[in-house]
Antibody, heavy 125, light 112 residues
Framework: EVQLVQSGAEVKKPGESLRISCKGS????????ISWVRQMPGKGLEWMGR????????NYSPSFQGHVTISADKSISTAYLQWSSLKASDTAMYYC??????????????????WGQGTLVTVSS | QSVLTQPPSVSGAPGQRVTISCTGS?????????VHWYQQLPGTAPKLLIY???NRPSGVPDRFSGSKSGTSASLAITGLQAEDEADYYC????????????FGGGTKLTVL
C-alpha cells in the first residue's frame, strides 16, 4: 500500500525552530515529488512547495519562499518541512502529498495522491 | 484570495444532484491545464476524488463526475448521500507567479 505517514502534533513557542517529517512507503520514494500543503484553522488548502527526492531540487510558492525550508533524506524515504523561527501565524495543519504521475515532463498535469494524515502545528506563547 | 474560485457552500437533499464550480483564468484552467478534485471529510486529510478533469480513481463511486470547459470546471454529485457532506477542493497548474500548483478556496457541501 502506498502511504505517507507524518510526524505527530507539535506545540511550540514563537521564535522556536521546528522540523516535521513525512515518510513514504510502498513505492519508489525517489521517483515521485512530494509537496507540502498548509491548512490554517477553518480555511482552505495552500500549496507551499515541493521537492524532488532524487536530487533534493525544490521550488516554493512565492507566499512561502524564505519562510520555510523543504528537504528530504532519500536513504530513509522521508521528506521534511522546517521553520527556523516560528510565528503564531504558522499555527495550522500541514499535509504532505505525493505528486502523480512521476517526472517533470508531466508536471503540468500533476495531482496529489496519496496525502499524509497531517501534522498539527500550534505556535503559542 | 485563491487563484481558483469556488462557491463557499452548496447544499442539497438526499438523492438530489449538486454541482460545484471552479473558475480559473487564462494562466491555469483556460490554458488547458487539467483540473483535479479532492474531498475532505471532517477532521481528515484530503482525498483524491477526480483527476484529469473527469477520471475517477478506483473506489470512487460513479455518483461523482467532473467536467471542464473554457476557464471553468465542475464537480457533479448525483444521488446525494449524508456521507458526502464534506469540503471539496479543485486544483490545477498555474503558469503565473501564483503557482505552479494551485487550489480553489474550497466548497462546503451540506446534505440537508
Amino acid at each position: 500500500e502506498v502511504q505517507l505517514v507524518q510526524s505527530g502534533a507539535e506545540v511550540k513557542k514563537p521564535g522556536e525552530s521546528l522540523r516535521i517529517s513525512c515518510k513514504g512507503s510502498g513505492y519508489s520514494f525517489t521517483s515521485y515529488w512530494i509537496s507540502w500543503v498548509r491548512q490554517m484553522p477553518g480555511k482552505g488548502l495552500e500549496w507551499m512547495g515541493r521537492i524532488d527526492p532524487s536530487d533534493s531540487y525544490t521550488n516554493y510558492s512565492p507566499s512561502f519562499q524564505g519562510h520555510v525550508t523543504i528537504s528530504a533524506d532519500k536513504s530513509i524515504s522521508t521528506a521534511y518541512l522546517q521553520w527556523s523561527s516560528l510565528k503564531a501565524s504558522d499555527t495550522a495543519m500541514y499535509y504532505c502529498a505525493r505528486h502523480y504521475p512521476p517526472g517533470d515532463i508531466v508536471a503540468t498535469t500533476n495531482w496529489f495522491d496519496p496525502w499524509g494524515q497531517g501534522t498539527l502545528v500550534t505556535v503559542s506563547s | 484570495q485563491s487563484v481558483l474560485t469556488q462557491p463557499p457552500s452548496v447544499s442539497g437533499a438526499p438523492g438530489q444532484r449538486v454541482t460545484i464550480s471552479c473558475t480559473g483564468s487564462s494562466s491555469n484552467i483556460g490554458a488547458g491545464y487539467d483540473v483535479h478534485w479532492y474531498q475532505q471529510l471532517p477532521g481528515t486529510a484530503p482525498k483524491l476524488l477526480i483527476y484529469g478533469n473527469s477520471n475517477r480513481p478506483s473506489g470512487v463511486p460513479d455518483r461523482f463526475s467532473g467536467s471542464k470547459s473554457g476557464t471553468s470546471a465542475s464537480l457533479a454529485i448525483t444521488g446525494l448521500q449524508a456521507e458526502d457532506e464534506a469540503d471539496y477542493y479543485c486544483q490545477s497548474y498555474d503558469s503565473s507567479l501564483s503557482g505552479p500548483w494551485v487550489f480553489g478556496g474550497g466548497t462546503k457541501l451540506t446534505v440537508l
